[in-house]
C-alpha cells in the first residue's frame, strides 16, 4: 500500500513537497517515483529512484525545478516540488514496482497508490 499527501493550492513560483509511505511491502527493494495527470490529460510519468538511490530520472518537464528523494528507514519518497507552473496542476501518484527508467518515462508501474491534488493557480 502507498499513501501520498502534501498536496494542496500554491501560486505560481511556490513550493510544496509531496510525501508517500509504504506498507505491506519490503519499500527498500523497490524502485518508486511519481506520476501526475492533469484534467483531461494521460498519466504523465515525473520522477524516479532506484531501489538504493543513485541517479534520478526526471522527465523534462519539471527537470531541474522537482527533486525526488527516498528514506528507506522510513519507507517514504518525497518530491520537492519548486518553482511551481500552472501547468504542473495535477492529481499527483505515487507507484513502485517498476523495472526500469524506461519504464518509469511511461507511467508503467504495478502498484498505485491514491493520488493528492495539486494545484497552482494565482
Known amino acids: 500500500q502507498l499513501q501520498a499527501s502534501g498536496g494542496g493550492l500554491v501560486q505560481p513560483g511556490g513550493s510544496l513537497r509531496l510525501s508517500c509511505v509504504g506498507s505491506?511491502?519490503?519499500?527498500?527493494?523497490?524502485?518508486i517515483g511519481w506520476v501526475r495527470q492533469a484534467p483531461g490529460k494521460e498519466r504523465e510519468g515525473v520522477s524516479c529512484?532506484?531501489?538504493?538511490?543513485?541517479?534520478?530520472w526526471y522527465s523534462d518537464s519539471v527537470k531541474g525545478r522537482f527533486t525526488i528523494s527516498r528514506d528507506n528507514a522510513k519507507n517514504t519518497v518525497y518530491l520537492q516540488m519548486n518553482n511551481l507552473k500552472p501547468e504542473d496542476t495535477g492529481v499527483y501518484y505515487c507507484?513502485?514496482?517498476?523495472?526500469?527508467?524506461?519504464?518509469?518515462?511511461?507511467?508503467?508501474?504495478?502498484?498505485w497508490g491514491q493520488g493528492t491534488q495539486v494545484t497552482v493557480s494565482s
Open positions: 507507484a513502485t514496482d517498476v523495472r526500469t527508467y524506461t519504464a518509469c518515462a511511461r507511467a508503467d508501474y504495478g502498484v
Open positions: 505491506g511491502f519490503t519499500f527498500g527493494n523497490y524502485a
Open positions: 529512484l532506484k531501489h538504493d538511490g543513485g541517479t534520478p
